[in-house]
């Protein structure tokens, strides 16, 4: 959709006018929208990989295993299981009411609006648009304006796939986001910030609609003394540096024995030296504004594996092995290629400081000791939980997702 003649409420009402068509969202209109969406993603996947390529300078391994594939894979096996949940759910009727039946029967709810962040901006674009699709929703999706090659890729899909009554992408920053939330939605998904997720939540609330808001956090990593240290470094090192840092549920921090700091941070940074022997594996920082925000985070003391490249915008995957809990990076949200390690001793006051930190998304448990590791998964509430690796959980589409 061309931005600047774009207006949001014929938008909304062409989608209003779309849902209220029950033609256009029987069970094989729907399958048959998705397919059609498939072709569309099939046909154009060098265009998705440069556009991914340009905002974020996506190695094409990354840009494949994270945003094609996945999505892919999400549309294949919806379309193959869709009948299936789609269908009326029996219930036992009492006997009071007999001669009865009773069915819980899954409906949408109307017309839903998407809006994604930009570190994964097709993932997260591509992926609730679908889930709402396929339930017999019609989709407004506003994708994040830091990513606009793939913002624009996703309008010209739509675009496509013609079915303006059914999906529409909206291009522009957070005034048109603004004006969309003036719009009386039926559903609200939103994946980012708590700051702007809290916007998000409030105009559900006046609309009285319904919302599942995707936010970040600070999910740690924890080992404890007999975390088998060279396989936890490189597990954790794997998934950290991936998309250089920004992921939400990357490893924010790792709290570490006091007895095996020395050989963890060795190992870090054997794994950082071997996985990037350059940049040119390592994705790019999203904007300028990022770029900045993350340098004032970085303390004389850190260990830089490699060059920084400003005009690039990529900045150099960096340890700050001697972290305490009151430097800059432990004060919210790092979301990007830097990872300080905290010793501890006392492991009831570290649970007490991450705990402070808010509820994460994700909560990594490095033990042999189950009990150990499941005495800590209960004491600390998190979205979800990998032990012994990093990650995995979110990867799972057989498991649920989401903060606490
Ligand atoms: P953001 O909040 O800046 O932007 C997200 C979307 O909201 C964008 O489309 C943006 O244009 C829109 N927006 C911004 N201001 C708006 C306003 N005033 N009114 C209406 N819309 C507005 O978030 P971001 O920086 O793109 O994303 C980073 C955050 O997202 C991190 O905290 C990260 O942890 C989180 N995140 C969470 C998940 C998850 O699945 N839980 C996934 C990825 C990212």
Known sequence: MNKDNYDPRKGFEALRRGFENREGRTLEARVALLEALDRILTKREQDLESALRRDLGKPPIESYLSETYFVRNELRLICKNLARWSK?????????????SSWVSREPFGVSLVAAPWNYPFQLSMSP?????????????????????????????????????????????????????????????YTGSERVGRLYGEAAARHLSPSVLELGGKCPAILHHDAPVAETAKRIVRQKFFNAGQTCMAPDYVVVPEQLHESFVNKLTDHLRESYPDLTDLGRIVSHEHYTRLETLIEEEAKSIGQDEPEGLQLAPRLLPNAGWDIPAMQGEIFGPILPVISYTDLSDTIARVKSHGSPLALYLFSRDRAWAEGIAAEVPSGGICFNDVMKQGINLDLPFGGV
């Open 88 to 100: 009326p759910k029996r219930r036992r009727s009492p006997f009071f009411f007999q001669p009865a």
């Open 129 to 189: 648009v679908i889930g709402s699709l396929a339930a017999g929703n019609s989709v407004m999706l506003k994708p994040s304006e830091l990513a606009p090659a793939t913002a624009n890729f996703l309008a010209e899909v739509a675009h496509e796939l013609d079915s303006p009554e059914r999906f529409q992408v909206v291009l522009g920053g957070p005034e048109v986001g603004s004006a969309c939330l003036e719009l009386p939605f039926d559903h609200f998904f």
